[in-house]
């Protein structure tokens, strides 16, 4: 069965940025997706369609079809007095949109009552080489094409 369209694909990889991993599924965990509902990075996604359990490829993928290209606009200034506690150099933040949406930021620098942040994606603007073996390939069931996302075992679990 060929990775296309509404597939449930199960995959093994490893993303390295400038010859480091930066990010890999761990053994026996395999990242589940459903495939065609923008679960994953365009470009990886693209690289997949047709494949099959048991292939193994080495994807290349530039920042327009991976986090997109790192804009300073989103590099802002904020209050220290917007946050709970010290705010960490490197630690992931969360902020509430208007629409609702959850954004995250990481802080970059603080200086006095000033705290640095950066709501671009940690790796936006960088080429992301990812190496990926497919385990497997499946139907899609139907509550999974209505959630538009793949329920990997017993795992599954709305929080609304």
Do not use: W
Not at 106 to 115: L, W
Not at 137 to 143: G, K, T
Request: no cysteine; net charge negative.
């Amino acid at each position: 069965m060929n990775i296309t369209q509404d597939k449930v694909v199960e995959l093994d990889y490893v993303l390295k940025v400038d010859g480091e991993v930066v990010d890999q599924s761990e053994p026996g965990e395999p990242l589940t997706y459903l495939h065609g509902h923008s679960n994953i990075i365009p470009g990886l996604e693209k690289a997949l369609e047709g494949k099959k359990a048991g292939d193994s490829l080495h994807v290349t993928v530039q920042p327009e079809e991976g986090y997109g290209e790192r804009d300073e606009d989103n590099v802002e200034d904020l209050d220290r007095s917007d946050f709970d506690d010290e705010p960490e150099v490197g630690a992931t933040y969360y902020a509430q949109a208007e629409d609702g949406s959850v954004l995250p930021f990481t802080v970059v620098g603080v200086e006095g009552d000033t705290v640095q942040v950066d709501f671009n994606p940690p790796l936006a603007g960088q080429v992301l080489n990812f190496d990926v073996t497919v385990r497997s390939v499946r139907d899609a069931a139907a509550e999974e094409l209505e959630h538009g996302h793949a329920h990997a075992g017993d795992m599954h679990d709305h929080e609304e």
